[in-house]
T-cell receptor, first 110, second 113 residues
């Protein structure tokens, strides 16, 4: 079966650091993706991990442990515009199928 | 910056009617996808398409759904006989190579009454 879990909601303060966790159980694995989705808009790509370890991209970093079926997205120096849903997605069957998690709604407070 | 476009932005239709949702992929992209997102719920994979044929489809993508690329530019999703539960946002996404970052279009909001 395919199952991806994320916390439903998180709240953090402007300027702080927040970590959004994702656990997955999928029949196949060809990489883990993080997307940002503002309300009423399309998802936009943030990061991609296929090997274990940390990938850093500016204020955003993503970590993967394939043996644990676990990933996290780390957001540093939070800004108000980071208030959005963050979607964890697993690629399966060599990129022909993607399973999305339920998303984590992040609220950044002043 | 190149982008994926979708038309229409909003479609209202009556139950049982056929609808066609259109997507224009980024020009050098070869892999195309359709997703749907029911209001307040997660993004759900419908179908992937490469080299003019379906690569994979989900359980949601039943006989009422079809996709094609009729003219080498547009990528369309057809729902033959819409049901109330088809009401959702439909996103097209494209990518240069498989298993790579996907570029999503702005979506078509389908409302079935």
């Amino acid at each position: 079966g395919q199952n991806i879990d994320q916390p439903t909601e998180m709240t953090a303060t402007e300027g702080a650091i927040v970590q959004i966790n994702c656990t997955y159980q999928t029949s196949g694995f060809n990489g883990l993706f993080w997307y940002q989705q503002h309300a009423g808009e399309a998802p936009t790509f943030l990061s991609y991990n296929v090997l274990d370890g940390l990938e850093e991209k500016g204020r955003f970093s993503s970590f993967l442990s394939r043996s644990k079926g676990y990933s996290y997205l780390l957001l540093k120096e939070l800004q108000m515009k980071d208030s959005a849903s963050y979607l964890c997605a697993v690629g399966d069957n060599y990129g022909q199928n993607f399973v999305f998690g339920p998303g984590t709604r992040l609220s950044v407070l002043p | 910056e190149p982008e994926v476009t979708q038309t229409p932005s909003h479609q209202v239709t009556q139950m049982g009617q056929e609808v066609i949702l259109r997507c224009v992929p980024i020009s050098n992209h070869l892999y195309f996808y359709w997703y749907r997102q029911i209001l307040g719920q997660k993004v759900e994979f419908l179908v992937s398409f490469y080299n003019n044929e379906i690569s994979e489809k989900s359980e949601i993508f039943d006989d009422q759904f079809s996709v094609e690329r009729p003219d080498g530019s547009n990528f369309t999703l057809k729902i033959r006989s819409t049901k109330l539960e088809d009401s959702a946002m439909y996103f097209c996404a494209t990518t240069r190579t498989a298993n790579y970052e996907q570029y999503f279009g702005p979506g078509t909001r389908l409302t079935v009454t």
